[in-house]
């Protein structure tokens, strides 16, 4: 014990003397009158030292955003969501530590974030962009070990394909026009929309 702590016998300061491991420490410090060595007393000290957890658990920005053509088919890869690591840790700690899980969102369950390699990729093919552009999920991601957790929103943008035929306003259009008409009169406007950009 003495070659990881020491007491200033002045001011009675308990000090670290030495790097030391995690674990629980205890030792009796003694305080003795010095007009007299008869008298004396004693207290117990408890020291835990543990080992800190990262200071630092954050995405690389608080908002995501990514882009997918729509009708993407299932397993779709769509981006990795990053995170920074922190100074003092090895990033080699992480592997098999971190767990992502999609928490809020209208359509969470359109996607999916896979621990080991922080892929987020599509897990259905409904993302039809005519019904919407884009969808917003929060990510969050936990560092087991210390039971750190950090969230990010997510906005996957759900790119335009030119999959939707043009559709007339009608079915059939009819008008009736005199056989004195002269050449270039208006007949008809026929009008057509397309869902598509």
Request: charged share 20%; glycine share 6%.
């Amino acid at each position: 014990i003495s070659s990881i702590f020491q007491i200033n016998s002045e001011t009675g300061a308990v000090f670290l003397s030495s790097l030391s491991s995690p674990g629980d420490y205890s030792f009796i410090i003694k305080a003795i009158d010095t007009g007299n060595q008869l008298l004396n007393n004693s207290a117990l000290v408890q020291v835990t030292i543990f080992e800190p957890g990262p200071k630092v658990l954050e995405f690389s920005e608080s908002s995501l955003n990514f882009s997918v053509p729509e009708n993407s088919p299932g397993g779709t890869f769509i981006g990795t969501v990053e995170l920074l690591i922190p100074i003092l840790l090895d990033p080699a700690d992480y592997i098999g530590n971190l767990h992502f899980e999609i928490v809020g969102g209208g359509e969470a369950d359109y996607f999916h974030i896979f621990d080991d390699n922080a892929s987020l990729v599509l897990v259905n093919n409904f993302l039809d962009r005519e019904n919407s552009d884009s969808h917003v999920i929060l990510a969050q991601a936990t560092f087991q070990d210390y039971n750190v957790s950090a969230s990010a929103y997510v906005t996957i943008e759900v790119s335009d394909e030119n999959d939707n035929e043009p559709q007339f306003t009608k079915s059939v259009y009819s008008k009736t026009i005199s056989t004195s008409s002269e050449v270039g009169a208006s007949v008809v406007t026929v009008h057509a929309d397309d869902d598509d950009e």
